[in-house]
């Protein structure tokens, strides 16, 4: 859209910056959790050694704020 | 497009594919949470009837073009599509590839000047400007009514998935969604659903992408995925597009290369991607003639990306789907499922013709409960394949994004029965004289009726299987013969009114006919499709093609029994009959048929690549 007000991407900057850290986080507690403390990873999902919810939150992470800086409000 | 799971077919009863933690429940929170927040944001910005129905027509060509190819990005469809890709190889993909992307280039290159010079509201507004009130009030009765039946049955068909998939209930997922896609379209117009469209499709590939991603480490590239398939199917059909295509036996879906390529390739696609108002509305909210053009062409890119994450999953699903005691899970039919669960008579002779072992059919009757008997139908692999990969958190975003797939189709179908509803039957039958706000209201009423009447429609579908087939086939319906009156409406001068109302006319009873022939005695199918071996994907793209020829040759023997009208009414509306309007110079990178021709090489080269 053009004009002034927030552009559609600036929320989609906001959606994944959340989504990113809430799965980057989730991803690293359940790394250290599982190294270090005996803890389990979920039952029937393949790949858990690829650690996908960190490198993947982190990617969504990336992104959010890339998009929350380039397209935040008032921004000329 | 014109392809969703047949949620009466799905079994309800079953236990649910996945489970969802704590963490997945906020991600999807967060979604409805942010989408409800665009729609009380965008209210302030949503006054005229402009900025209410055409978004203002200020979208860049990158939104309107995400928007374009997300309003037909849905979560049934992706399910749909999916399963077809377990059952049919690639050959699926020419939904994606043959069945839109020339379409997609043919609309922004050649039609979109007189949609957007002409500036009309709707495509029945179109018709109306070429062919006068009769024709409009016909295509957008027709379009209006297949609006609300599609998001109703759509609005029921989620539903359904997400009792299947985590054991919600039927009425909570209705509500919750009902409520959420009328408040946000109700405050902010097109405007919000076009928002909301290009958020569904950054969520979309965010949730699914992780899918094909992980399934090719695991398969072991693209010569382990092959081998596998091979060694489990006997055939390689399952990676070529055209080569089995040369008759209807040759290939698995059962179709003959003519009907893909004018059939699939002209027909319905161009009928879907050039005169179907719901994706049509996305790119005329583009804010220039430019973008307006540009917009379908980038979408084609993104277009000619989603096989990645629609098909390959399928096919992944063929060597990598397991049971829980590691052997090897194969999916069946859904009419197999319906009858196996819960048991009926028509059991056995489903299962016979099915793939899975004797040993394994024999349990299913027994109602033995091993690991093998527990029957998942094709349309489940998309879900199954989440299941798989995606822990919590994943699980959740990937959810979200079939949730978000759902919502956003339906805003889609609400707010384009918004625009026709409003322009095109409220204003010239019922109230000529309204102010500019008094239709913003009408709009803003006749989405909440609208979600209404849809649920109602849903909980109709809910008691009546039977219908649900039927109103998935209006769109196939309703669209060949609109295509074949707008074209030549578009390029052909000596069209006239009186033929393109009863060409649009006599094509919807025409195409009717031969739906409800073929429904009546599926033999007849041999005569639709002109073969014996033709299966039943068959007959909708034969269909739409004798209903296209049938609607053009009654529009061109009518036309010329009947007054043309003078050239001088025909501007900015027929081909040769409009000085098109110059654009300002760009840059060389800039330009829409530098990036048209581009999407054309790419197209070409995957059908060569995978032929």
Redesign the interface.
Known sequence: ???S??Q?WF??G???L??GL??FG??TY?WVSVAHFGGQ??A?????S?H??IW??GL?TALGVLYCVKFRPGRA | MAHQVSPSLLAVNAMPLAHLRL?DM??IA??FA?VI??GF?LRG?TNTGEEFFM?GR???AW?AGLSFVSANLGSLELMGWAGSAYQYGILATHWYWIGAIPAMLFLGLVMMPFYYVCKTHSVPGYLFLRYGEHARVLAAFSFALEMILMSGVNMFAMAVVMKVVLGWSLTFSILVSAFAVTLYVALGGL?SA??NE??QF??IW?GAL?VPI?GM??AGGVSGLKSQIIKNMHTDSYFHLWRDLGSFSANPMGVHWTGIVFGLGFAISFGYWTTDFLVVQRVLAA?NLRAARMAPIIGSFFKMAVPFIVILPGLLGLVLLQNTDGSRRQLVPEDTVKVCMPMSSDCAASLKKTSLSAEVQQDVLNQKDTPQSELHSYNEVLPLMM????????LG?GITALIAGFMSGMAGNISAFSTVWTYDLYKPLINKKGSDSHYVIVGRISIVAGVIVSIGAGYLVQHAHGIMDYVQALFSIFIAPLLATILLGMFWKRATAPAGFLGLLLGIVFSVSLFVWVHLNPANLKYVALSPYAKPMAENVFRALWACLFTGLVIFLVSLVTKPKPIAELEGLVYGATPLPTEEPVPFYKNVWLWAILALCIFVALNILFW
Do not use: K, N, S
Not at chain 1, 44 to 48: P, S
């Open positions: 859209m053009r004009g007000g927030i559609i929320f989609i906001v959606l994944l959340i989504y809430m799965i989730y991803g359940e990873y979920p029937g999902v393949q790949l858990t690829l996908t919810p993947w939150g969504l | 963490l906020i991600v967060v979604y942010m927040w665009i944001y910005r978004a200020e979208m860049t939104i405007r076009i928002f290009v958020l950054v969520l965010g992780l992980l480490i695991q804010h299941a798989r990969y995606l822990g919590p958190g994943l975003l």
